[in-house]
């Protein structure tokens, strides 16, 4: 069975950090690129970042680009997205979701997504 689980939301006031946790299982992990999708209350479902073992690339959102950083551990099927210098504005639930091969920004193209954990910021 593929699972997506993530974790480490949150609250957490303007400014500060958080780290978030995908943990795969069930799917061949190298062979997949992971990327990180938000959805903010009212909005469509928009992608931040992504890591791809294979390509050997990494993607950002220019919403988050300098203060996300995606980083992978593929001994252990996991891959992070370390969130700094959060905003009120980053508030929103955030999906880890996985692509055989490459990175994609395109919601549709992901074959598997995780429930997602709400991260709020305060102001």
């Known amino acids: 069975e593929v699972q997506l689980v993530e974790s480490g939301g949150g609250l957490v006031q303007a400014g500060g950090s958080r780290r978030l946790s995908c943990v795969a299982s069930?799917?061949?992990?190298?062979?997949?690129?992971i990327g990180w999708f938000r959805q903010a209350p009212g909005k469509e479902h928009e992608s931040i970042s992504c890591i791809s073992s294979s390509a050997g690339s990494t993607y950002y959102a220019d919403s988050v680009k300098g203060r996300f950083t995606i980083s992978s551990d593929n001994a252990k099927n996991t891959v992070y997205l370390q969130m700094n210098s959060l905003k009120p504005e980053d508030t929103a639930i955030y999906y880890c979701?996985?692509?055989?091969?490459?990175?994609?920004?395109?919601?549709?193209?992901?074959?598997?997504w995780g429930e997602g954990t709400l991260v709020t910021v305060s102001s």
């Open positions: 979701a996985a692509k055989r091969n490459s990175c994609s920004d395109y919601y549709y193209a992901m074959h598997y």
């Open positions: 069930g799917f061949t992990f190298d062979d997949y690129a």
